[in-house]
Every structure is written in C-alpha cells, then in structure tokens.
C-alpha cells in the first residue's frame, strides 16, 4: 500500500484543510486531483511563508462561518420537513428523495443547508418518517425528520402503471381503478379458499 505524502494546500479543501495547511494524502488523490489543479504542491520554506497572510484570513473566515453553523444546528434541533410524492399502492415512490431535495425543502424553509451536508446512505424511496443528519464538520451535526407523504390518499388513489420505457400510463378514471383492485381482491380470496378446502379423496385411492 502506498505511503500517503505531504502537501502544501494552496487552497482550502473542505473536509480536508485551509489554504496553507500541510497535509497527508494518498498519492493518486495528489496526482490526481489536488496538483493537476493547482489546489496544492509539495512544501517549501518560501511557499509556506508566502501563504502566511492568506491561511490567516481563511482561519478568521472558517471561525466566523462555524459559529454561524452553530447557530444554524441550534435552529435546527426539532426540525421537521415534509416532502409530498407520488407513489403507488404500497408506497413506494415513483422515483426517490435526494440529498438535493432536502437541502432545497431546508433552504426554502430558511435553513441554509448545501447538498454536501446532507448525509444520505442511500436515496428515500418510500413514504414515511426518515432521520437524516446535517453534518458540516466532525462535530458539527444534527439529525433531522424528514417525511415522505403520498400525493393522494393511497386508499383513493387511482391505479399506475408504467409501459416498457418507464413512462407514466395514467388510468381513466378512478372507478376503473377501483373495480381493478376489486377484482383481484376477489380473486385473491377465490385463490385461497381453494387451497384452503380439501379435495376429496377417492374411494380406492
């Protein structure tokens, strides 16, 4: 395994450092990313002394921003955002909540939230209450509910279903999709009494 190498940043990195920080990074995400792009370079004495007025600006921009995310945090400890979608019968969405709907539902809400704060493991795909964590930095976190509500009752809702390219085939009216789920109710029902009556037994048998 390659031994991670030291760099100079010449900018700040989010989740990485401030401009003028030393860093240790693995050798492809240097040769990469960082140097390719000039966000850093390897140490020298001159460089380091160079960048001394600007690291000094950016640790009084980082102090000030944090406290405001404190703040913020602070706001947001009983924070709840409700989000409507559609979905079929067992509510399941008909495509999926991001980091990026959440951080527009906060933001509009007046919660400053980026996407990048937003710690999802996985996209939201059905209705219902979900914990999700706003994090900005290692200490810097919270969690919040986020609701996921049907854009109709599911009870009333007309029935939906998709063709083979994924595009929307929208029912009539609901009174079809209603005598629909009737008829395979009933079907259902017809299905398990049948294998619920024994079949009788010949004579001989």
Do not use: W
């Amino acid at each position: 395994m390659a031994k991670p190498i030291q760099l100079l940043l010449l900018k700040t990195i989010e989740n990485l450092g401030i401009v003028g920080d030393i860093v240790k990074v693995k050798p492809g995400y240097a040769r990469n990313y960082l140097v390719p792009h000039g966000f850093a370079e390897p140490p020298t004495k001159v460089k380091i002394e160079a960048l001394k007025e600007e690291r000094a600006r950016a640790e009084s921009e980082l102090n000030i921003l944090r406290k405001q995310r404190v703040v913020l945090l602070e706001r947001m400890m009983d924070v709840q955002v409700t989000l409507v979608r559609s979905c079929n019968d067992q509510g399941v969405l008909y495509g999926s909540v991001t980091q990026r709907d959440i951080s527009d539902a906060l933001i509009e809400a007046g919660y400053g939230v980026d996407t990048r704060s937003i710690r999802l493991h996985q996209p939201i795909r059905h209705i219902g209450p979900n914990e999700v964590t706003v994090q900005f930095e290692k200490e810097l976190r919270t969690d919040i509910a986020v609701i996921i509500e049907p854009d109709q009752p599911l009870e009333e809702r007309e029935e939906m279903e998709f063709d083979n390219e994924g595009n929307l085939i929208e029912k009539s009216s609901k009174e079809e999709a209603r005598a629909r789920r009737k008829e395979r109710k009933a079907e259902r029902e017809r299905q398990h009494e049948e294998e619920s009556d024994p079949k009788p037994v010949e004579a001989g048998a």
